[in-house]
């Protein structure tokens, strides 16, 4: 008789408790904040230092689990398929989830670079989802960094939180500035001008003992 057909490859192996908790120990090391910032400063230049800014808000309410589930599902299905000899369901599957992961990699990818960078003049906010291109703030600029303990008032406060958990800094500038917001859809920018800002780093702390080392004030 013909011998039996190989297991499927999500179904192969056997429960094992030790592997449940490495892979629990990988994914608590993986999402760890200092991690992390190891990664982002990896090419950064031996001067400056940056600090990654937490995910929006309504995005971790469930589209962002949704779409990477979504992203491994396009990479994975075809190849399964096709090993598993279904030419058909499985081309279908490898033509489309291809592109499909590719443009959620680089929405995922964006998100990775949305840094406070410290350099030697100052600070930048780099964040390809608020700004249309990085702007730099002069030490000789900034009034204070300190922690946005009051809420958010209208003027020319400018939020870059977008609604993301955990402690928010807000920095005070001497004299307006100018900034280029991005606009949804759209290739122009919105032009606006702040002397207060409101973003939320992974590591607040870890951000307000940096500025200190480079000698901007705090409140």
Same mark, same amino acid.
């Given at each position: 008789?013909?011998? #039996?057909?190989?297991?499927? %490859? ?21 999402? !760890?904040?200092?991690? !992390? ?23 971790? %309410? ?36 291809? #592109? ?19 350099? #030697? ?28 303990? %009051? ?16 402690? %928010? ?31 939320? #780093? ?18």
């Amino acid at each position: 008789p013909p011998p #039996p057909p190989p297991p499927p %490859a999500a179904l192969a192996g056997h429960p094992s408790a030790v592997a449940a908790g490495w892979a629990a120990v990988v994914v608590a090391w993986v999402f !760890a904040p200092a991690l !992390a910032a190891h990664c982002v400063n990896g090419p950064a230049y031996p001067n400056e230092r940056r600090f990654l800014l937490r995910v929006p808000g309504p995005l971790l %309410a469930g589209p962002l689990a949704l779409a990477w589930a979504l992203a491994a599902a396009a990479v994975a299905s075809g190849p399964l398929l096709l090993a598993a000899r279904q030419w058909v369901v499985g081309s279908i599957c490898l033509v489309v989830g291809l #592109p499909v992961a590719g443009l959620l990699a680089r929405a995922f990818h964006n998100l990775s670079r949305r840094w406070v960078v410290f350099v #030697p003049a100052g600070l930048v906010l780099h964040d390809p989802l608020a700004l249309l291109d990085p702007v730099l703030f002069r030490r000789q600029l900034i009034a204070r960094l300190q922690p946005a303990t %009051a809420p958010a008032t209208t003027g020319d406060l400018v939020d870059l939180t977008y609604a993301a958990p955990g402690l %928010a800094l807000e920095l005070v500038l001497a004299e307006a500035v100018p900034l280029t917001l991005v606009r949804p859809g759209r290739r122009e920018g919105r032009s606006e001008s702040a002397t207060r800002l409101r973003f939320t #780093p992974t590591r607040p702390g870890a951000v307000l003992e940096e500025a200190g080392r480079r000698r901007i004030r705090l409140g």
